[in-house]
């Protein structure tokens, strides 16, 4: 959970965005991110990579919302 708080960090954004990019360049066409065959601890770090992710997304996508939410 606190990696996902960290991730927030704008400085942060382009070393994770590249890592992200770099498990999306190693699947093949088709293939789950958090495929069986992969090591238990692979798929631990692609799903905690891809939490935070959302968390990022989330807290920069505030900009976007109108000032009055009703």
Do not use: W, Y
Request: aromatic residues 2%; proline residues 3%; charged residues 35%.
């Amino acid at each position: 959970m606190m990696l996902c708080i960290l991730a927030t960090d704008m400085a942060r954004h382009m070393k994770d965005l590249n890592e992200i990019k770099l498990i999306c360049e190693e699947l093949d066409e088709g293939a789950s991110i958090l495929s069986n065959e992969l090591p238990a601890d692979e798929v631990e770090n692609r799903r905690d990579k891809f939490l935070e992710l959302v968390v990022h997304a989330s807290d920069i996508s505030f900009l976007s919302r109108p000032k009055k939410v009703q």
